[in-house]
């Protein structure tokens, strides 16, 4: 498919957008991971995208916990974040087994290590095609700006090298 070929060459970083919400077992981590988020929507009020497939069974969790007064925490992944950008992307049952995560209050959980995290809420929805745009509204935020991203070109993971200074 050309389309799809043409649309992985765009590099891009990748994002966990993750809250613990309630199931019918108890509160549980749930995580979407995105390549299609960007910042830099809106200062005022703080604003920050990502694209969801309507196939997507992590955005429903996710929307119900932060639609019941929760937040969604965005890591914006580093690149020792690898291997565990697999394991939170995969159908396996327990899809932070392993990964350090910190969860506050408003039940936003991140990810450790990210050079990017941002405390979201849910700000508008817009349906586009087979996705759904996702505007969040940042409340908090911190950084790391040492810690090189993750970013997904080509449809892989990889990690930007710096040019060799002279």
């Known amino acids: ?4 070929t043409t649309f992985a060459l765009f ?6 957008l993750s809250a613990i919400v309630d199931s019918g077992d108890g509160p549980e981590p749930v995580v979407l991971v995105a390549s299609s988020f960007q910042v830099g929507i809106s200062l005022d009020p703080p604003l920050v995208l990502f694209a969801v497939q309507h196939t997507s069974t992590s955005w429903p969790k996710l929307k119900a916990g932060a639609t019941a007064g929760g937040r969604i925490g965005v890591s914006v992944l580093g690149e020792a974040h690898d291997l565990a950008a697999r394991q939170l992307a995969s159908k ?3 899809r932070f087994a392993g ?4 969860t506050l ?3 936003a959980n991140f990810v450790h290590g990210a050079p990017v995290w941002l405390e979201c ?7 586009a095609g087979d996705h759904d745009v996702v505007l969040l509204q940042v409340h908090a935020m911190g950084n790391a ?3 090189e991203p993750l970013v997904w070109h080509s449809s892989a993971f990889r990690t930007l090298t710096p040019k060799a200074t002279a």
Do not use: K
């Open 92 to 94: 396996a049952a327990d």
């Open 1 to 4: 498919m050309a389309l799809r």
């Open 145 to 147: 700006p040492d810690t």
């Open 105 to 107: 209050d408003s039940r």
């Open 11 to 16: 590099p891009s970083g990748v994002a966990a």
């Open 121 to 127: 809420s849910i700000y508008s929805e817009v349906p």
């Open 99 to 102: 990964i350090d995560t910190t």
